[in-house]
C-alpha cells in the first residue's frame, strides 16, 4: 500500500482517517468500527463492502 495513498484517503462516512493493518490488507476506521477490503492493491471503499468489526464470526463454536 503506498504511503502517500494512505495519506489521502478517508472513511467514506466519517471522512476520519484510516489505519492499514497489513496482515489483514484492510483500512481500518476506527470511530465506525470498519474494515475496507484491499483488493489487488485497491482499496474498496463502498460501505456495503466494508467488514463491521463489531460483528461476531459466524464459524465460532459455542
Known amino acids: ?10 472513511c467514506p462516512i466519517c471522512k476520519g482517517p484510516l489505519e ?3 496482515n ?9 468500527k470498519l474494515a475496507y ?3 489487488d492493491g ?6 456495503d463492502q ?3 468489526l463489531n460483528a461476531q464470526p459466524s464459524n465460532v463454536n459455542p
Open 1 to 10: 500500500m503506498d504511503a502517500r495513498l494512505l495519506d489521502i484517503l478517508v
Open 20 to 22: 492499514y493493518d497489513k
Open 24 to 32: 489483514a490488507q484492510e483500512l481500518i476506521c476506527n470511530p465506525d
Open 37 to 39: 477490503p484491499i483488493r
Open 42 to 47: 485497491i482499496p474498496i471503499m463502498w460501505a
Open 50 to 52: 466494508a467488514r463491521d
